[in-house]
């Protein structure tokens, strides 16, 4: 048994070695740039976007204007965001969108820029675990909303708008929680002025997000020891009026002040 899953290993790897030697790198070298074009296409259609990348950067080298120039270098930038080689295929969207803005498809750059930036910052981990992503570096999530939000200034009747306002829409709740976290942690720091803060940044920087209650909860209690009692009663009183059955409001009438 041993024998013959050492038999299948040494069968797979050495058809990977085939797959992606040195042979097939030097025979490309004598191809047309059809057949490089329709190879790196046939390998990225099929999955292969290891192979993919390594056909597009050769017909990049070769051929950086000719016919298959601009598409190939979009294909190039959807292969390294697929292989997650997330910088490589941010620098290539940048470089399509210099070198080409008056191509009909320059808007998929705008949005593949956004789905890269949307997705670099997520793990293996996070991948298979249900993880709170909005514990995670909101960088690359700040980044990719400013992206679609250029995408939708930029090219409003794009066929990737729907997506891309889902998305935006999904990184903002993200954010919000973000800064929800933040607050929190201030809060059990006892640094009372920081957290409320963030959590007016939270009200008047992502309305009608769900974090909004919550960020209202701690402006109110930090007000509180701060014995601001104004500004706390006003946050208490917003609270009430919209979301009168939320468990913080008495959290924040317990709290006393000693």
Known sequence: MKKCVLLIILVITSAGCSFFGDDEDDSAKNWTVDRLYNEAKGALESGYYS???????????RFPFGVYGQQSL????????KTEDYD??????????????????VDYAYYLRGLVNFNRSKGLVERFLPLDTSQRDPS???QAFRDFNELARKYPDSEYIPDAEMRMVHLRNLLAAHEVHVANYYMTRGAYVAAANRARYVIETYPRTPSVPDALVLLAKAYKVLEMDDLSGDSLRVLELNYPNHPGLDEVK???IR
Do not use: M, W
């Not at 192979?51 to 080298?61: D, N, P, R, S």
């Not at 490589?88 to 498809?105: E, G, K, M, T």
């Open 51 to 61: 192979k993919a990348v390594k056909y597009y950067e050769f017909l990049e080298t």
């Open 140 to 142: 690359s999530g700040l």
């Open 254 to 256: 317990d709290i006393l």
């Open 88 to 105: 490589s295929a941010i620098s290539a969207c940048d470089r399509f969108v210099r070198l080409y803005p008056q191509n009909p498809h």
């Open 74 to 81: 979009l294909d190039l930038a959807y292969a390294y965001y």
